[in-house]
């Protein structure tokens, strides 16, 4: 990767979520520009525009859910890095996204030094 700092996209319907984690990147000084998305479709456009360095997924949106949106971003680059937002009842899905391509997930309510260590180290993978 170039020596820029890496560009996120937040894939998320709740606002406050974003916010949460748009704070958890910047805290930790892990993006020079973050993007949001309210929805699936939303985040699979803002993808293609911006070709972000890393995308934190939720599964549970309006329009397109998280799975949706996964598979499609990773037909337009099967080398996305894409981490997963979940909660912890949802392990089936999150089994299921990984197969799809996802390279890790956290899980809500977010442990705040765990979301950093995961998005750095997916950050880090070829």
């Given at each position: 990767m170039s020596s820029r700092a890496p560009k996120f996209l937040i894939v998320d319907d709740a606002?406050?979520?974003r916010t949460l984690l748009k704070d958890i990147v910047k805290k930790n000084g892990l993006a020079g520009e973050i993007l949001e998305a309210g929805d699936?479709?939303?985040g699979v456009k803002a993808y293609q525009q911006h070709k972000p360095d890393l995308v934190t997924m939720d599964v549970n949106m309006p329009r397109a859910d998280g799975i949706q949106a996964l598979r499609a971003i990773m037909k337009i680059n099967p080398a996305a890095k894409i981490v997963?937002?979940?909660s912890v009842e949802?392990?089936?899905i999150v089994q299921d996204a990984m197969?799809?391509?996802a390279r890790d997930y956290v899980v809500k309510p977010f442990d705040?030094?765990?979301?950093?260590l995961?998005?750095?180290k997916?950050?880090?993978q070829r």
């Amino acid at each position: 990767m170039s020596s820029r700092a890496p560009k996120f996209l937040i894939v998320d319907d709740a606002s406050f979520m974003r916010t949460l984690l748009k704070d958890i990147v910047k805290k930790n000084g892990l993006a020079g520009e973050i993007l949001e998305a309210g929805d699936g479709v939303e985040g699979v456009k803002a993808y293609q525009q911006h070709k972000p360095d890393l995308v934190t997924m939720d599964v549970n949106m309006p329009r397109a859910d998280g799975i949706q949106a996964l598979r499609a971003i990773m037909k337009i680059n099967p080398a996305a890095k894409i981490v997963m937002v979940t909660s912890v009842e949802q392990k089936d899905i999150v089994q299921d996204a990984m197969r799809l391509g996802a390279r890790d997930y956290v899980v809500k309510p977010f442990d705040r030094s765990a979301v950093p260590l995961v998005l750095n180290k997916v950050l880090r993978q070829r």
